[in-house]
């Protein structure tokens, strides 16, 4: 009996947490993906005792120092420890997905389910934007807003959310026509629930898992976009230790020091690699017939 | 080859009836809604880079008339760029201009903004075509490779490889490229089109530097221009490469999981055979539409990459006038590249259609 309480006692989702993650452990590359996201949220939250310098502090006695000894990536051009840097960055990174899913997840939801549940003309329209915004790369739109914003790292994170809602929707909506019909719906619908009730409390629940995921994938992305925005001046502007503002600055070194642009550039390709090893796992986890969808 | 006879259950059997040619009238009604698709979204597009231009925080007459200007000229030309008027109205006047061919003067060069683009243009279709050219004929044969070694080792390897392919920063690719094959071992040429000392000496034609200096017989030319194209055009095919893999893979997969492949190994084909004469020859135009799309988005990564590389394209011209704060500019290379996507979508989906037999 005690067992089948403790059984009862534990939720559903995070049963279901459990098995993903033990599918995930299975495949050495999402693990690996999944290893290098733990150790990238372990470094960002103790980025102050993990770091041995300052990420701003300079020491100009000390500019373009090699790698090895005191610092082990290296000084850049005004003596500031890279490693020290890169370590900071993580909650640049970090903070930058975080609010561009926090932004993103709640627009394509609410865009996707309304038109996949309304349908009709509200439908059409909805699909036409979408396909509009589709219609274009994301980094090229980003700029374009980025050009309109004013370049800042906010405004970087305004246009790389204004981007990439899209296929969050597409997503949403395609799901949200499977459940349109249940019958589990429709006796929502006939004890007389409203619209808003419906799409809410039966469909959006429906859809999180399936979202969650395209989220997930989304992230490499995301960072690489950051970066690219960064790296062209329109993302975090120096001295924020942003990963591809730091290869801009170091670009002008280069030939003579070539850990300024090398170690920035390793971080943002391993970040971006795990982000689509865990996606990829995730997406065979979860549903093998997603597999070609954008 | 048990596995893949339970896949296909008995409706796939069933549906195999006898060849019979049935040659149906082109579906002119479809393309028709296509092409009204087409004309919507190129209206939105139309209304986004409209809003996009008008967003911006700094004055536009400022920009134009400077800070010491009276007031008199300053309302001068508020009132030419028509911006007294209501908002709409506004809207009307840029349609009617773009429609015309009219986007306005750039401020840097004071030149159209079209006939600036037009005359980089070349350069980067020249980079793209180029290193579309390597992506795809990477991305298909490692796609195949996979999928006939699924799960198995070199699958693992090109999953891996792709995947990088995907994640690294571009830009920083690029770097790295020049550090190591022009800085350290000096296999390829720098940044540029072509050596400095070169430049100005063939005739601009067509704007295509190889075909350029192929045209005038330049050879060395030529040389020094293919030098400097390899590295960027590598890196940007590299890059596009992932997704051509993963399609082809799953493409191929698909195939290769058909009762006709088991069909065509039992009647004494060959593995090679059945995987390159039938199974490869039924993906063909799937594969050609997700070039099309992968050529698309070779022109994000062209920005990125051309920025690196002091490629005198479209990339570097966006990039350039962003900088300065010349909407006129960057707002056009936006819509053309908003054009150019809708173009290749529209021309990949029809040649699915005229290929395809069973979209029609």
Same mark, same amino acid.
């Given at each position: 009996m005690t067992t089948q309480a403790t059984k009862l006692a534990v939720p559903g989702p995070l049963l279901a947490l459990g098995n993903i993650l033990r599918f995930l452990m299975k495949? #050495?590359?999402?693990?690996? %993906?999944?290893? =290098?996201?733990?150790?990238l949220i372990v470094v960002a939250v103790f980025a102050p005792w993990i770091a041995p310098y300052e990420p701003y502090a300079q020491d100009l006695n000390n500019t373009l120092a090699a790698p090895g000894g005191a610092h082990v990536f290296g000084t850049d051009e005004l003596g500031r420890d890279i490693f020290s840097r890169l370590v900071y960055g993580t909650r640049i990174t970090l903070t930058i997905i975080f609010l561009v899913s926090i932004v993103v997840g709640p627009i394509g939801l609410f865009v996707g389910?309304?038109?996949?549940?309304?349908?009709?003309?509200?439908?059409t329209v909805m699909m036409r934007i979408t396909d509009i915004f589709l219609s274009f790369p994301s980094?090229? $739109?980003?700029?374009a807003f980025v050009a309109a914003l004013g370049p800042s790292l906010n405004n970087a994170i305004i246009a790389i959310a204004l981007t990439s809602w899209p296929p969050i929707a597409r997503l949403a909506r395609a799901e949200t026509l499977t459940f349109r019909s249940a019958d589990y719906v429709a006796a929502a619908r006939l004890q007389g629930a409203s619209t808003s009730r419906i799409i809410i409390k039966s469909i959006v629940p429906m859809c999180l898992p399936s979202v969650l995921i395209r989220l997930t994938l989304n992230m490499a992305t995301v960072i690489l976009t950051a970066?690219?925005?960064? /790296?062209?001046? $329109?993302?975090?502007? #120096?001295p924020v230790p942003e990963w591809g503002a730091m290869i801009a600055m170091g670009r002008r070194y280069m030939i003579d020091s070539w850990w300024l642009v090398t170690f920035p550039g390793f971080a943002i390709l391993l970040v971006g690699l795990a982000f689509n090893l865990l996606g990829d796992g995730l997406r065979d986890a979860l549903d093998p017939k997603q597999m070609n969808r954008r | 080859m048990s596995k893949n006879s339970k896949t296909a259950g008995w409706g796939s059997a069933l549906a195999v009836s006898p060849a019979k040619k049935i040659r149906r009238p082109f579906n002119w009604r479809s393309l028709m809604s296509q092409l009204f698709t087409v004309a919507v979204t190129l209206f939105g597009l139309l209304v986004l880079t409209f809003v996009i231009g008008r967003m911006m925080p700094s004055d536009p007459v400022r920009a134009i008339v400077g800070e010491d200007a009276t007031r008199e000229t300053y309302e001068m030309v508020f009132r030419q760029l028509g911006l007294d008027?209501?908002?709409w109205e506004q809207f009307f006047i840029y349609l009617r201009d773009v429609l015309t061919g009219n986007f306005g003067v750039s401020i840097r060069t004071g030149q159209p903004v079209i006939t600036d683009i037009l005359h980089v243009l070349p350069a980067t279709i020249e980079l793209a075509t180029f290193a579309i050219l390597i992506g795809a004929t990477l991305g298909v044969s490692l796609g195949v490779l996979a999928a006939v070694n699924k799960d198995r080792w #070199?699958?693992?390897?090109?999953?891996? /490889?792709? $995947?990088?392919g995907h994640s690294m920063p571009i830009f920083w690719t690029g770097m790295i490229g020049l550090l190591v094959f022009y800085a350290a071992l000096g296999w390829v040429g720098g940044s540029g089109r072509m050596a400095d000392f070169y430049i100005g000496l063939v005739d601009e034609r067509t704007g295509f530097l190889l075909i350029d200096s192929a045209l005038a017989q330049d050879w060395e030319v030529f040389r020094s221009a293919l030098n400097h194209l390899i590295l960027p055009a590598s890196i940007l095919g590299y890059s596009s490469s992932a997704y051509i893999t993963r399609m082809t893979r799953s493409f191929m997969l698909d195939q290769i999981n058909q009762e006709y492949i088991t069909t065509a190994r039992v009647k004494g084909l060959s593995r090679r055979q059945t995987i390159w004469r039938h199974a490869f020859l039924n993906i063909r135009v799937q594969l050609v539409t997700i070039v099309a799309l992968a050529y %698309?988005?070779? $022109? @994000?990564?062209?920005?990125?990459? @051309?920025? =690196? /590389?002091?490629?005198p394209g479209f990339g570097q011209y966006l990039t350039n006038n962003m900088l300065i704060g010349d909407m006129n500019a960057v707002m056009t290379c936006v819509l053309i590249v908003g054009v150019i996507f809708i173009t290749l979508n529209l021309i990949s989906d029809m040649l699915y259609r005229i290929f395809d037999p069973r979209t029609r």
């Open positions: 495949s #050495p590359t999402s693990a690996f %993906g999944l290893l =290098v996201i733990s150790v389910t309304t038109a996949g549940y309304l349908g009709g003309k509200y439908d980094l090229i $739109l980003s700029l970066a690219g925005l960064g /790296f062209l001046g $329109l993302g975090a502007q #120096p | 008027r209501p908002l #070199p699958d693992h390897v090109i999953r891996v /490889f792709s $995947l990088m %698309g988005s070779l $022109l @994000e990564g062209a920005v990125l990459i @051309e920025t =690196v /590389f002091a490629w």
